[in-house]
C-alpha cells in the first residue's frame, strides 16, 4: 500500500517537537524538518490519525512542488503551474482516507514565503486559486477581501522556500489548531498547539497534580487533559473574566478552577507534581497583584508548591526572566526558542530538585468559598 506524503506546518520553533508527536504516536515516517514544516509520509492504514496531530497548526497532501519561478513581480502568476502539476482525483481521495472531506468544492489559497519578493502573498494565492478553480470547474474565494470562504471550500497552500514552490492542500475542513473547545477568550491567551508542545514537554502521567497558576482561558489546562485523561487539573487567576473564560472552555472537563493571587497561592508546599504557565510578563497582560512588584515571588511560589523532582514548563518572553539565585531552588533542564505571532519567546523547562518525581495522588484543600468557579465538583480555595 502506498504511502502518502504529508506535512504538517507548525511554530516555529516546534519542529523537532512535531516531528516527536508524529514518530511516538506511529502516525508515519518523519523524511523532513523545514521552516514551520515536517514532512512525513503516512500510511493510508492509518485513517484520520493524521488530523489528530495537538502540537500542529495543521495538516496537508503535498499535491505539488516545482522549482521557484523568480521574485519579480510578473513571476508570480507563473506560479498557476503548480495547479497544472496537481493531480485532483487521487488528492481528492487521500484527501478522505485520512479524515478529510473528499470532495473538493470551492478554492481558498493561503500563501507565505522567505526572504524578500516583488509581489505579495495574494498575488500568488490568486495566480494559483484561479488556476485551482479553472481546473476543477469550481469557485475561488480571494482573501485580499478580508472576509471568510463561503462553506465547504477547499483551503490550499503555497510555500515559497527561495528554492522551491509547494502546493498543499488541507485534509480537514478547518485548520488544526482551531479547537472546538475554545468558546471564550481572553487578552493574552496561549495558541493551542503551543499548549500542547508544553504539556508534552511537562510530561505528565497518570494521577499527576497540574497546575496553571495563570490559567487565562484555561487553554494549557485543557491540552494538558487531552495528553493525560488521569490527571488531576487545576487552574487559578487573578482576573475573575478569566477564570469564566477558563470554566466555559473545559465545561464538562475534570478541571478545577479558582480566583487567585499566583504570588500566594492557597495550596500546601509540595503539593503540584507539574505546572504549566504563561504568566502575564507585561507584554499583552501586566502582572497584577503581588506579582506587580517582583515577578521573584513568582518563581519562589512556584519552587514551593512544587513537590521534589517535580516538573515547571513556562513560556518566557525573552531568557532574562530566568530565575536568578537561591529564591525559588527550581533547577533550568531544557530551554526552547520558538516563534509566536512573530517575536521570539522561549519554552524553559524548570525541575525541583530534592528527590525523584514520584507517581502520586495529591489532595489539595478545598474551598467553602461560594465565589470560587470550578468546572468540575473538586474545588481549590480562592486567594486569601
Not at 487539573?233 to 477558563?246: N, S, W
Not at 502520586?360 to 486569601?384: I, Y
Amino acid at each position: 500500500m502506498t504511502a502518502a506524503s504529508l506535512v504538517a506546518r507548525c511554530v516555529h520553533g516546534l519542529e523537532p517537537t512535531v516531528a516527536a508527536e508524529i514518530l511516538q504516536r506511529g502516525l508515519g515516517v518523519v523524511t523532513r524538518l523545514g521552516h514551520r514544516e515536517v514532512h512525513f509520509r503516512a500510511p493510508r492504514s492509518g485513517v484520520g490519525a493524521a488530523v489528530t496531530l495537538r502540537t500542529a497548526d495543521d495538516v496537508f497532501l503535498l499535491a505539488a512542488r516545482c522549482a521557484e519561478t523568480g521574485t519579480a513581480r510578473r513571476d508570480a502568476a507563473a506560479l498557476a503551474l503548480l495547479a497544472d502539476l496537481a493531480d485532483p482525483g487521487p488528492l481528492a481521495r487521500l484527501r478522505r482516507d485520512h479524515g478529510g472531506p473528499g470532495a473538493l468544492t470551492g478554492v481558498e489559497v493561503s500563501a507565505s514565503f522567505l526572504g524578500r519578493r516583488n509581489f505579495t502573498r495574494y498575488d500568488v494565492e490568486d495566480a494559483v486559486g484561479h488556476a485551482l478553480a479553472r481546473r476543477l470547474g469550481t469557485g475561488y474565494h480571494s482573501r485580499r477581501t478580508g472576509t471568510a470562504p463561503p462553506p465547504g471550500h477547499s483551503g490550499w497552500r503555497v510555500t515559497l522556500d527561495g528554492e522551491h514552490a509547494t502546493l498543499l492542500l488541507r485534509i480537514a475542513e478547518r485548520p488544526l489548531h482551531r479547537r472546538d473547545y475554545k468558546r471564550r477568550s481572553v487578552p493574552g491567551t496561549l495558541h493551542p498547539p503551543l499548549a500542547a508542545a508544553m504539556a508534552q514537554m511537562a510530561g505528565i502521567r497518570p494521577g499527576h497534580t497540574v497546575l496553571d497558576p495563570c490559567c487565562g482561558a484555561g487553554t494549557l489546562l485543557i491540552e494538558a487533559g487531552a495528553q493525560q485523561p488521569q490527571a488531576r487539573l487545576h487552574g487559578f487567576d487573578l482576573d475573575p473574566r478569566a477564570v469564566h473564560a477558563a470554566a466555559e472552555n473545559a465545561a464538562g472537563l475534570p478541571v478545577a478552577l479558582a480566583r487567585a493571587d499566583a504570588g500566594r497561592l492557597p495550596l500546601p508546599d509540595g503539593g503540584v507534581d507539574r505546572v504549566l504557565s504563561n504568566p502575564p510578563w507585561g507584554g499583552q497582560v501586566s502582572a497584577r497583584g503581588l506579582l506587580a512588584a517582583s515577578f521573584a515571588r513568582w518563581w519562589a511560589e512556584l519552587g514551593r508548591v512544587l513537590a521534589p523532582g517535580g516538573t515547571a514548563v513556562v513560556l518566557l518572553p525573552d531568557p532574562g526572566h530566568l530565575p536568578a539565585g537561591p529564591g525559588s531552588g527550581l533547577e533550568p533542564a531544557h530551554l526552547q526558542r520558538v516563534r509566536v505571532s512573530g517575536a521570539p519567546s522561549f519554552l524553559l523547562q524548570l525541575t525541583a530538585p530534592g528527590g525523584r518525581d514520584r507517581h502520586r495522588r495529591t489532595t489539595l484543600p478545598r474551598s467553602s468559598t461560594s465565589s470560587a468557579v470550578s468546572s468540575s465538583n473538586h474545588r481549590p480555595p480562592v486567594a486569601r
